[in-house]
T-cell receptor
Framework: DTAVSQTPKYLVTQMGNDKSIKCEQNLGHDTMYWYKQDSKKFLKIMFS???????INETVPNRFSPKSPDKAHLNLHINSLELGDSAVYFCASSAGLAGARYEQYFGPGTRLTVT | GQNIDQPTEMTATEGAIVQINCTYQTSGFNGLFWYQQHAGEAPTFLSY????GLEEKGRFSSFLSRSKGYSYLLLKELQMKDSASYLC??????????????FGTGTKLQVIP
């Protein structure tokens, strides 16, 4: 059973297009995240949701809009794609935020290439 | 904000021991994680420290000193499959009052025969 899944795994698109990435977790976790990993392999938090509430929004351009229809899903929509958006996007989840270990479980990643 | 420093790259020999250091500066510290990431794959959780001292788990151990803002990951009996990036991540409270985990830039470890 896949714990955290993302679709699509690869996404190649042209500048100016709009695209979405979907994420689902079957771990029963309350918290979900989106990360961007650039070519230098730096893993940077973009958004975090806890019980469907947005709690972290890290200076991400408003072309990026997350949406959590329920606790098991966190999707990422990107408008007007730019060359600099090319990266690997990871979804992750954790059982909670603090008070215990609450390690994060990562999805396989979506490699986005903007041409 | 946070400042997390790790060496960019390290090389070690199969069967040997390697120590990967991580230093951080933060307020409201609430835990430090180590993750392993093989090339082209997702990060996977290795260890967690919130109190000072050593946590041992098989061939991997992690140490934390909160007063020094310092942690290390110790890998023993290195195997070729340990070639990967090792990410140090610190949890603290962000300006909005929520817990946030920030990742370091990672240390790429190459294990050679």
């Amino acid at each position: 059973d896949t714990a955290v899944s993302q679709t699509p795994k690869y996404l190649v698109t042209q500048m100016g297009n709009d695209k979405s990435i979907k994420c689902e977790q079957n771990l029963g976790h309350d918290t979900m995240y989106w990360y961007k990993q650039d070519s230098k392999k730096f893993l940077k938090i973009m958004f975090s949701y806890n019980n469907k509430e947005l709690i972290i929004n890290e200076t991400v351009p408003n072309r990026f809009s997350p949406k959590s229809p329920d606790k098991a899903h966190l999707n990422l929509h990107i408008n007007s794609l730019e060359l600099g958006d090319s990266a690997v996007y990871f979804c992750a989840s954790s059982a909670g935020l603090a008070g215990a270990r609450y390690e994060q479980y990562f999805g396989p990643g979506t490699r986005l290439t903007v041409t | 904000g946070q400042n997390i420093d790790q060496p960019t790259e390290m090389t070690a020999t199969e069967g040997a021991i390697v120590q990967i250091n991580c230093t951080y500066q933060t307020s409201g510290f609430n835990g430090l994680f180590w993750y392993q990431q093989h090339a082209g794959e997702a990060p996977t959780f290795l260890s967690y420290n919130v109190l000072d001292g050593l946590e041992e788990k098989g061939r991997f151990s992690s140490f934390l000193s909160r007063s020094k803002g310092y942690s290390y990951l110790l890998l023993k009996e290195l195997q070729m499959k340990d070639s990967a990036s090792y990410l140090c991540a610190v949890r603290d409270r962000n300006s909005g009052g929520y817990q946030k985990v920030t990742f370091g830039t990672g240390t790429k470890l190459q294990v050679i025969p």
